[in-house]
């Protein structure tokens, strides 16, 4: 049988502590990175302003009864699209509850002159002119 010795190295005091440190220092740059935070979201974009969004604040407004933004709020939504029938006819609603007929059949005609038979201008002016015939006397001149 063959013997094998193994020699002792002399191993100065300092450098067992040396090699210790070395060991821990190369295990923490093996080991897996430290998770970033992630970066903090974007708050949510606004829904486009539509002409539809403006009509149903302008709505809820003048359930709310505040009648100027009610106002604001119809007026812009012409302005956005003044094609829109249904934009005057709101608006013309809302002047109606406000008790001003006048402006109101002046909003119901405008929307009769972009579509004749646009049916909720037509019954608006229909209401207006049972409840207020004074005023469709003259409209009529």
Same mark, same amino acid.
């Given at each position: ?7 002792? $190295? ?11 440190? $070395? ?21 949510? &974009? #606004? &829904?486009?302003?539509?002409? #539809?969004? *403006?009509?149903?604040? %302008? ?8 009648? #100027?933004? %009610?106002?604001? $709020?119809?007026?812009? =939504?012409?302005? %956005? @699209? ?6 005057? +006819? ?11 007929? @006048? ?5 119901? @005609? =405008?929307? *009769?002159?972009? @579509? &004749? +038979?646009? &049916? ?18 003259? %409209?009529?001149?």
């Amino acid at each position: 049988m063959i013997s094998l010795s193994i020699p002792r $190295l002399a191993i100065p005091k300092l450098t067992l502590p040396f090699l210790a440190a $070395l060991l821990l220092a190369s295990a923490a740059a093996f080991a897996a990175p430290a998770k970033v935070p992630a970066p903090a979201k974007a708050p949510a &974009p #606004e &829904p486009p302003i539509t002409v #539809e969004s *403006l009509l149903t604040q %302008a709505q809820a407004a003048t359930a709310k009864g505040d009648t #100027e933004l %009610a106002l604001r $709020l119809a007026q812009s =939504a012409i302005v %956005a @699209d003044p094609a829109r029938p249904t934009s005057y +006819v709101v608006l013309g609603n809302i002047y109606a509850q406000a008790g001003q007929p @006048d402006y109101a059949r002046s909003y119901y @005609d =405008a929307a *009769l002159g972009i @579509d &004749p +038979v646009e &049916p909720g201008a037509l019954k608006a002016r229909s209401e207006l002119d049972r409840t207020h015939p004074e005023n469709t006397a003259r %409209a009529t001149q």
